[in-house]
Nanobody
Framework: QLHLVESGGGLVQPGGSLRLSCAAPGFTLSNYKIGWFRQDPGKERKELSCIDQSGGVTNYATSVKGRFTTSRDNDKNMVYLQLNNLEPEDTGVYSC???????????????WGAGGQGTQVTVSS
């Protein structure tokens, strides 16, 4: 089973930025479409983004389109999520996971694999 490790979270003020990283030690990440989702206790999980194996196709949830950007560096075996213009509502645990469908269906959890432990993002003044 693909084992994913997220990093890069932290505390940031509203309007700030963070870059999250997703690694897969011992696996070839370029074989997978990778999505990012956010989860916080007491809140519904929110699927945020998807990037295909080459990095040529991406898709985003409406709420983050224009603020978040996903990318990948297959030479480094990494996937990233750049978070800009952060809002307090963006607070949560961010995880990456494989997606086993087209990125157009990022909203369909049926096709998401297991995420890693996640990295905490807190947006607060």
């Amino acid at each position: 089973q693909l084992h994913l490790v997220e990093s890069g979270g932290g505390l940031v003020q509203p309007g700030g930025s963070l870059r999250l990283s997703c690694a897969a030690p011992g696996f070839t990440l370029s074989n997978y479409k990778i999505g990012w989702f956010r989860q916080d206790p007491g809140k519904e999980r929110k699927e945020l983004s998807c990037i295909d194996q080459s990095g040529g196709v991406t898709n985003y949830a409406t709420s983050v389109k224009g603020r978040f950007t996903t990318s990948r560096d297959n030479d480094k075996n990494m996937v990233y999520l750049q978070l800009n213009n952060l809002e307090p509502e963006d607070t949560g645990v961010y995880s990456c996971a494989p997606i086993f469908s087209l990125c157009d269906r990022l909203w369909d959890r049926t096709f998401w694999g297991a995420g890693g432990q996640g990295t905490q993002v807190t947006v607060s003044s």
